[in-house]
Protein backbone atom coordinates (compact mmCIF):
# COMPACT_ATOMS: atom_id res chain seq x y z
CA UNK A 1 0.00 0.00 0.00
CA UNK A 2 3.06 2.60 1.25
CA UNK A 3 4.78 1.48 -1.94
CA UNK A 4 1.88 2.33 -4.06
CA UNK A 5 1.12 5.63 -2.51
CA UNK A 6 4.80 6.24 -3.03
CA UNK A 7 4.43 5.44 -7.06
CA UNK A 8 1.40 7.63 -6.90
CA UNK A 9 2.91 10.71 -5.89
CA UNK A 10 6.10 10.10 -7.79
CA UNK A 11 3.79 9.48 -11.04
CA UNK A 12 2.15 12.82 -10.39
CA UNK A 13 4.80 14.86 -9.17
CA UNK A 14 6.67 13.71 -12.61
CA UNK A 15 3.16 14.68 -14.68
CA UNK A 16 3.15 17.88 -12.81
CA UNK A 17 6.80 18.59 -13.65
CA UNK A 18 5.90 17.65 -17.40
CA UNK A 19 2.64 19.81 -17.46
CA UNK A 20 4.37 22.51 -15.95
CA UNK A 21 7.25 22.62 -18.38
CA UNK A 22 5.04 22.41 -21.78
CA UNK A 23 2.63 25.17 -19.21
CA UNK A 24 5.76 27.50 -19.51
CA UNK A 25 6.56 26.54 -22.88
CA UNK A 26 3.11 27.57 -24.20
CA UNK A 27 3.12 30.95 -22.03
CA UNK A 28 4.19 33.49 -24.43
CA UNK A 29 0.38 32.40 -26.89
CA UNK A 30 -1.66 32.35 -23.92
CA UNK A 31 -1.10 36.00 -23.05
CA UNK A 32 -3.92 38.42 -23.27
CA UNK A 33 -1.65 41.48 -24.57
CA UNK A 34 -0.94 40.95 -28.47
CA UNK A 35 2.54 42.06 -27.49
CA UNK A 36 4.50 43.61 -24.31
CA UNK A 37 6.94 46.06 -25.10
CA UNK A 38 9.66 46.91 -23.11
CA UNK A 39 9.73 50.91 -22.04
CA UNK A 40 12.80 50.33 -20.50
CA UNK A 41 16.41 51.08 -21.52
CA UNK A 42 19.40 49.34 -20.27
CA UNK A 43 20.75 50.01 -16.75
CA UNK A 44 24.67 50.27 -17.39
CA UNK A 45 27.51 52.45 -17.24
CA UNK A 46 27.12 54.11 -20.39
CA UNK A 47 24.25 56.24 -20.06
CA UNK A 48 23.53 59.86 -20.17
CA UNK A 49 23.80 61.32 -16.94
CA UNK A 50 22.03 64.68 -15.93
CA UNK A 51 25.54 66.40 -14.95
CA UNK A 52 27.04 65.41 -18.51
CA UNK A 53 29.83 63.99 -16.53
CA UNK A 54 32.23 61.38 -18.23
CA UNK A 55 32.48 59.70 -14.88
CA UNK A 56 29.22 57.43 -14.83
CA UNK A 57 26.93 57.70 -11.43
CA UNK A 58 26.41 53.81 -12.04
CA UNK A 59 28.80 51.34 -11.00
CA UNK A 60 28.86 47.90 -10.87
CA UNK A 61 31.15 45.54 -9.31
CA UNK A 62 31.43 41.53 -9.10
CA UNK A 63 31.42 39.46 -5.59
CA UNK A 64 30.85 36.63 -7.17
CA UNK A 65 31.33 34.42 -10.24
CA UNK A 66 30.09 31.27 -10.89
CA UNK A 67 33.69 29.38 -11.48
CA UNK A 68 35.20 30.64 -8.10
CA UNK A 69 31.99 30.77 -5.64
CA UNK A 70 29.49 28.44 -7.42
CA UNK A 71 26.83 31.74 -8.05
CA UNK A 72 26.80 34.58 -9.46
CA UNK A 73 26.44 37.97 -8.05
CA UNK A 74 27.24 41.76 -8.34
CA UNK A 75 27.00 44.93 -6.00
CA UNK A 76 25.54 48.00 -7.97
CA UNK A 77 25.30 51.69 -7.05
CA UNK A 78 23.18 54.32 -8.83
CA UNK A 79 21.84 57.85 -9.05
CA UNK A 80 18.15 57.74 -8.14
CA UNK A 81 17.75 60.17 -11.04
CA UNK A 82 19.56 57.90 -14.18
CA UNK A 83 18.31 55.68 -16.37
CA UNK A 84 15.04 55.13 -17.47
CA UNK A 85 13.62 56.39 -13.98
CA UNK A 86 10.76 57.59 -12.23
CA UNK A 87 10.63 61.09 -10.06
CA UNK A 88 8.17 60.83 -6.98
CA UNK A 89 6.26 63.83 -5.71
CA UNK A 90 8.89 64.17 -2.88
CA UNK A 91 11.62 64.91 -5.56
CA UNK A 92 10.24 68.69 -6.21
CA UNK A 93 7.56 68.91 -3.01
CA UNK A 94 8.38 68.63 0.21
CA UNK A 95 5.94 66.09 2.66
CA UNK A 96 4.64 64.44 -0.88
CA UNK A 97 5.02 60.62 -1.89
CA UNK A 98 8.75 59.23 -2.10
CA UNK A 99 8.79 56.49 -4.72
CA UNK A 100 8.08 53.73 -1.88
CA UNK A 101 4.83 55.52 -1.06
CA UNK A 102 3.07 56.10 -4.07
CA UNK A 103 0.16 54.08 -4.21
CA UNK A 104 0.37 50.36 -6.80
CA UNK A 105 -3.11 51.25 -8.70
CA UNK A 106 -1.54 54.80 -9.77
CA UNK A 107 1.06 52.62 -11.16
CA UNK A 108 -1.03 49.98 -13.75
CA UNK A 109 -3.06 52.37 -15.92
CA UNK A 110 -3.74 53.64 -19.82
CA UNK A 111 -1.47 54.73 -21.72
CA UNK A 112 -1.47 57.50 -24.12
CA UNK A 113 1.32 58.24 -26.32
CA UNK A 114 1.67 61.96 -27.77
CA UNK A 115 3.53 61.26 -30.62
CA UNK A 116 5.40 65.04 -31.45
CA UNK A 117 8.46 63.74 -33.00
CA UNK A 118 7.74 65.90 -36.77
CA UNK A 119 7.35 68.62 -34.74
CA UNK A 120 10.50 68.06 -32.31
CA UNK A 121 13.18 66.77 -35.14
CA UNK A 122 14.99 70.08 -35.77
CA UNK A 123 13.53 71.93 -32.69
CA UNK A 124 15.47 70.92 -29.54
CA UNK A 125 13.77 73.66 -27.31
CA UNK A 126 10.15 71.74 -28.71
CA UNK A 127 6.84 72.00 -25.94
CA UNK A 128 4.44 69.94 -25.93
CA UNK A 129 1.45 72.24 -26.79
CA UNK A 130 -1.79 72.18 -25.42
CA UNK A 131 -2.62 72.09 -28.96
CA UNK A 132 -0.67 68.66 -29.55
CA UNK A 133 -3.21 67.50 -26.67
CA UNK A 134 -6.02 68.38 -28.89
CA UNK A 135 -4.91 66.63 -31.64
CA UNK A 136 -4.41 63.70 -29.92
CA UNK A 137 -8.09 63.83 -28.73
CA UNK A 138 -9.16 65.00 -32.40
CA UNK A 139 -8.16 61.82 -33.32
CA UNK A 140 -8.56 58.73 -30.14
CA UNK A 141 -10.78 60.73 -28.63
CA UNK A 142 -10.52 61.93 -24.92
CA UNK A 143 -7.73 61.27 -23.22
CA UNK A 144 -8.93 58.68 -20.18
CA UNK A 145 -9.10 59.85 -16.66
CA UNK A 146 -6.23 58.60 -14.35
CA UNK A 147 -4.07 58.06 -17.57
CA UNK A 148 0.05 58.55 -17.86
CA UNK A 149 0.75 60.26 -20.38
CA UNK A 150 3.92 59.98 -22.74
CA UNK A 151 5.42 62.51 -25.06
CA UNK A 152 7.67 60.65 -27.86
CA UNK A 153 9.71 63.45 -29.32
CA UNK A 154 12.30 61.07 -30.97
CA UNK A 155 15.14 62.54 -28.69
CA UNK A 156 15.78 58.61 -27.78
CA UNK A 157 17.08 58.41 -30.89
CA UNK A 158 20.60 59.80 -29.18
CA UNK A 159 20.20 57.97 -26.55
CA UNK A 160 23.51 55.97 -27.52
CA UNK A 161 25.81 59.50 -26.92
CA UNK A 162 25.83 61.73 -24.09
CA UNK A 163 27.08 64.78 -25.54
CA UNK A 164 23.96 64.52 -28.26
CA UNK A 165 21.46 63.49 -25.36
CA UNK A 166 22.55 66.56 -23.12
CA UNK A 167 22.65 68.75 -26.51
CA UNK A 168 24.68 71.65 -24.09
CA UNK A 169 25.26 75.03 -25.86
CA UNK A 170 28.23 76.48 -25.65
CA UNK A 171 27.29 78.17 -22.32
CA UNK A 172 26.40 74.75 -21.13
CA UNK A 173 22.51 75.14 -20.90
CA UNK A 174 21.31 71.86 -22.26
CA UNK A 175 19.00 71.85 -24.89
CA UNK A 176 16.01 69.22 -25.49
CA UNK A 177 12.10 68.55 -25.83
CA UNK A 178 9.82 68.51 -22.98
CA UNK A 179 6.60 69.97 -21.87
CA UNK A 180 5.14 73.43 -21.18
CA UNK A 181 3.70 74.47 -18.14
CA UNK A 182 0.23 75.06 -19.81
CA UNK A 183 -0.03 71.42 -21.47
CA UNK A 184 0.78 69.72 -18.24
CA UNK A 185 -1.66 71.76 -16.07
CA UNK A 186 -4.19 71.17 -18.82
CA UNK A 187 -3.65 67.07 -19.08
CA UNK A 188 -3.72 67.22 -14.66
CA UNK A 189 -6.80 69.66 -13.70
CA UNK A 190 -8.92 68.47 -16.94
CA UNK A 191 -7.94 65.23 -17.54
CA UNK A 192 -6.56 63.76 -14.23
CA UNK A 193 -3.19 61.87 -15.06
CA UNK A 194 -1.46 60.19 -13.12
CA UNK A 195 2.01 60.49 -14.15
CA UNK A 196 3.56 62.75 -17.18
CA UNK A 197 6.51 60.83 -19.09
CA UNK A 198 9.28 61.69 -22.05
CA UNK A 199 11.84 60.13 -23.81
CA UNK A 200 14.50 63.19 -22.81
CA UNK A 201 16.19 63.68 -19.51
CA UNK A 202 13.22 65.79 -18.46
CA UNK A 203 9.45 66.61 -18.40
CA UNK A 204 10.70 70.72 -18.45
CA UNK A 205 12.50 71.35 -21.67
CA UNK A 206 16.00 71.24 -21.29
CA UNK A 207 17.08 74.67 -21.28
CA UNK A 208 14.77 75.43 -17.90
CA UNK A 209 16.25 76.88 -15.17
CA UNK A 210 13.53 76.39 -12.65
CA UNK A 211 11.27 73.34 -13.50
CA UNK A 212 7.85 74.56 -13.68
CA UNK A 213 6.60 71.20 -14.85
CA UNK A 214 8.23 69.37 -12.09
CA UNK A 215 7.30 71.70 -9.59
CA UNK A 216 3.05 71.84 -10.62
CA UNK A 217 3.08 68.14 -11.53
CA UNK A 218 4.40 67.26 -7.75
CA UNK A 219 2.44 69.45 -5.87
CA UNK A 220 -0.78 67.42 -7.73
CA UNK A 221 1.08 64.17 -6.40
CA UNK A 222 1.67 63.53 -10.43
CA UNK A 223 4.83 61.03 -10.80
CA UNK A 224 6.37 61.83 -14.00
CA UNK A 225 9.03 59.24 -15.94
CA UNK A 226 12.18 60.41 -17.98
CA UNK A 227 14.30 58.78 -20.28
CA UNK A 228 11.48 56.45 -21.60
CA UNK A 229 12.45 53.92 -24.70
CA UNK A 230 10.98 52.21 -27.72
CA UNK A 231 7.66 54.76 -27.73
CA UNK A 232 7.86 54.75 -31.16
CA UNK A 233 6.55 51.31 -30.99
CA UNK A 234 3.33 51.19 -29.05
CA UNK A 235 0.16 52.73 -30.08
CA UNK A 236 -0.77 55.76 -29.69
CA UNK A 237 -4.01 54.60 -27.35
CA UNK A 238 -5.17 51.40 -25.95
CA UNK A 239 -2.22 50.24 -24.01
CA UNK A 240 -2.07 49.53 -20.56
CA UNK A 241 0.90 50.63 -19.05
CA UNK A 242 3.04 49.17 -15.69
CA UNK A 243 5.52 50.93 -13.69
CA UNK A 244 7.89 49.37 -11.69
CA UNK A 245 9.56 51.40 -9.97
CA UNK A 246 12.46 49.99 -7.17
CA UNK A 247 10.88 50.33 -4.22
CA UNK A 248 13.07 52.51 -2.48
CA UNK A 249 12.61 53.48 1.11
CA UNK A 250 12.34 57.17 1.04
CA UNK A 251 13.68 57.18 -2.33
CA UNK A 252 13.18 60.73 -4.83
CA UNK A 253 12.68 58.54 -7.03
CA UNK A 254 14.60 55.41 -8.65
CA UNK A 255 15.15 53.69 -11.90
CA UNK A 256 11.78 51.91 -13.43
CA UNK A 257 10.70 48.90 -15.38
CA UNK A 258 8.09 50.01 -17.97
CA UNK A 259 6.25 47.67 -19.88
CA UNK A 260 3.37 48.79 -22.46
CA UNK A 261 0.78 45.73 -22.23
CA UNK A 262 -0.44 46.29 -25.92
CA UNK A 263 -3.74 44.20 -26.94
ZN1 LIG B 1 14.29 62.47 -12.42
Keep these: ?51 GTEQSPFTARELGNIERDGYYSRIFTTQEHYGTHLDAPAHFARGMWTVDQIPPER ?19 YEISVQDIEEWESRNGEIPSGAVVMAYTGWEDRWSSLK ?12 FPGYSLEAAQFLVKTRNVVALGIDTMSIDPGASETYPVHQFTAKESVYQLENVANLGLVPPSGATIVVAPVKLENGSGGPARLLALVK
Design 1 to 51: MIKWKTFAIGWSLALALLLFAQHKSTMPDQTPYRTVVDLTHDLNDHSPNWE
Design 164 to 175: AFRNAATDGVPH
Design 107 to 125: LVRPLVVLNVRSKATGHSD
